[in-house]
């Protein structure tokens, strides 16, 4: 301020050009950033002061112009000061934030290190130890005053020193860090095994506290990854001997990998990985969907129990069974499990289960051969030669045997010689049913093959009725037959036979061999509880069957 004072008055005196005050702004510039906004103003007021005192002695009065200098001056100076005073006042507050938070990190950075679950030290290059924190101690069981300053190498036990001395040496910036699991040696000369990392803070230079040590304790890690390991010996073992593999396929991916007993079992080469795709042509078609179709992806993990046929490059036929899980597992849609190879136990199986099938097929064509002369013969008897006439006589006889050969004939084509009411009711309206003139109603009820027969009959004798005098041998009317089980706890089936619009009904005069079979007096061939009545619109029959009598 002082030179630009001197300045001024010397330039001024010497009758130089006039500045107009400005030669006093870089003064205040400097002023206002050195020092405060309130030496800023009083620097510029003692400026104007002598910048106004210095044209008075020269011009010996003042004029209007150096007046509007001198104001404009105070003006700027005390803008320029009061702007720098703002700038240096924000700045200050931007760096006390700053410095706040780099302490704030600071001091989270060291609390985290000193309550890490891991141990934390730093060494220098010759492996002295400078600071480390609690979990390291508790690891070591030294207290920190133990440890600082004292050699890593120590702490390492004798048959790992020797390679950890040799990796410390090696730090440098091509290979800035080194780790490797290596037993350690606690205060009490007990050990345990670590995961000991040492990395160098700046690989550029090599400074005395450059080397950063992280020490975890995998000691029960790696009990478990040893016990897993021999755990998957006794596994391979237990599969081996039990003919076993294992398998895995992943549908995301389209392959499938297994162990080399599967792919034995297979017969397949043993790889890596097999596209699923390419299983097809081993794998019956008919379990291929088995094999081929994925779990819904939104299912829960549920177990997967299958087998399939496969073709082996010889010819032969092998049934495989697989079980395991499937799941959705990391985003992989997946199936895992054991593969058996069960061709020879199912082979015995199937072979059982034919010669059982064939030994009950025998039985029961015996009892049924054994059964079929007496109602023969009850037939014969029953029929009655109306008015002597023996070709009469000769033709209801024959009817009612074939209708024993049809029901026969039907009980041969089933599997467990067995017959449903809607077979036995069918075969009987079949000719009927075209033209509309029949409604067959009623669950799937099977009949044992003794009543099976008798109750043929019956729908037999109601057909024939029906064409004779009923529905069915006139051009009106409809026959509605149905059956249900009964709301009786005995779990009886009701059969019902109705005939509807018929324009004219006889009633029954005389009772003969259909009015025996029907039991018109209550007691029919087979079941119990008949009715027969006329109707307005035509004739109405019904009957119960028993437990015994049908197989539901």
């Known amino acids: ?81 009061f702007l720098f005073h703002r700038s240096k006042r924000s700045l200050r507050e931007a760096l006390d934030v700053r410095l706040a938070a780099v302490e704030a990190a600071e001091s989270r950075y060291r609390r985290a290190f000193e309550r890490a679950a891991m141990g934390f030290a730093t060494a220098n290059a010759k492996g002295e130890l400078l600071w480390l924190n609690r979990r390291l101690c508790g690891m070591s069981g030294y207290g920190e005053g133990d440890l600082v300053g004292r050699q890593m190498e120590t702490l390492i036990h004798p048959d790992d020193s020797h390679s950890f001395m040799k990796s410390l040496r090696a730090l440098s910036a091509d290979t800035p860090s080194f780790g490797s699991e290596i037993r350690l040696i606690r205060q009490d000369g007990s050990t345990f095994w670590a995961r000991l990392t040492l990395s160098l ?106 087998e399939i046929r496969l073709r082996r490059a010889n010819g032969q036929i092998r049934w495989i069974a697989l079980r395991g899980r499937q799941e959705n597992r990391n985003g992989h849609n997946q199936r895992i499990g054991v593969a058996a190879d069960l061709t020879e136990r199912t082979q015995t199986i199937l072979l059982r289960a034919a010669v059982r099938k ?66 036995l009711v069918l075969q009987e309206l079949r000719p009927f049913a075209e033209a509309g003139r029949t409604a067959v109603t009623g669950p799937q009820i099977k009949i044992s093959s003794g009543a099976a027969e008798s109750f043929a009959m019956i729908v037999h004798e109601l057909t024939t009725n029906s064409v004779k005098h009923g529905v069915l041998g006139s051009s009106q009317g409809k026959v509605e037959v149905r059956w249900a089980f009964a709301s009786s706890p005995e779990g009886e089936v009701v059969f019902e036979w109705i005939e509807t619009g018929h324009p004219s009904v006889s009633p029954i005069t005389r009772h003969g061999f259909g009015s025996m079979v029907l039991g018109a007096d209550g007691t029919p061939l087979v079941g119990h509880s008949s009715k027969l009545e006329m109707t307005d619109g035509g004739l109405r029959y019904s009957l119960r069957l028993s437990r015994k009598e049908i197989q539901a």
């Open 201 to 306: 803070s700046t690989p550029e230079t090599v400074p005395s506290d450059s080397v950063f040590v992280v020490v975890d304790d995998i000691t029960e890690p790696r009990a478990a990854r040893e016990a897993l390991v021999a755990q998957k010996a006794w596994l391979d073992l237990a599969l081996s001997a039990g003919r076993l593999g294992t398998w895995r396929i992943d549908y995301d991916e389209g392959v499938i990998s297994g162990s080399s007993q599967f792919w034995e079992i297979l017969g397949l080469p043993q790889a890596a990985l097999h596209s699923l795709d390419d299983m097809q042509v081993h794998v019956h078609p008919a379990d291929w969907p088995k094999l081929a179709s994925p779990p819904a992806r939104d299912a829960s993990a549920t177990n997967y129990d299958a």
């Open 1 to 81: 301020m002082l030179a630009t004072l001197l300045f001024e008055a010397k330039a001024f005196l010497a009758g130089g050009a006039d500045l107009g005050f400005l030669e006093f702004v870089p003064a205040i510039v400097i002023i206002a950033f050195l020092e405060d906004r309130w030496p800023a103003v009083a620097a510029t007021v003692v400026m104007v002061a002598v910048g106004l005192g210095v044209r008075t002695l020269t011009n010996g009065q003042l004029r209007a112009e150096d007046w509007a200098r001198a104001i404009l001056l105070l003006l700027s100076g005390g803008m320029i000061a």
């Open 358 to 423: 064939q030994e009950r097929l025998m039985l029961e064509q015996r009892h049924r051969f054994s059964n079929l002369f007496p109602v023969i013969a009850a037939v014969v008897n029953l029929v009655d030669a109306p008015d002597d006439n023996l070709v009469k006589y000769k033709e209801t006889l024959l009817e009612r045997i074939r209708v024993l050969q049809a029901t026969h004939l039907l009980l041969l084509g089933s599997a467990n010689a067995s017959a449903t009411v809607h077979d």
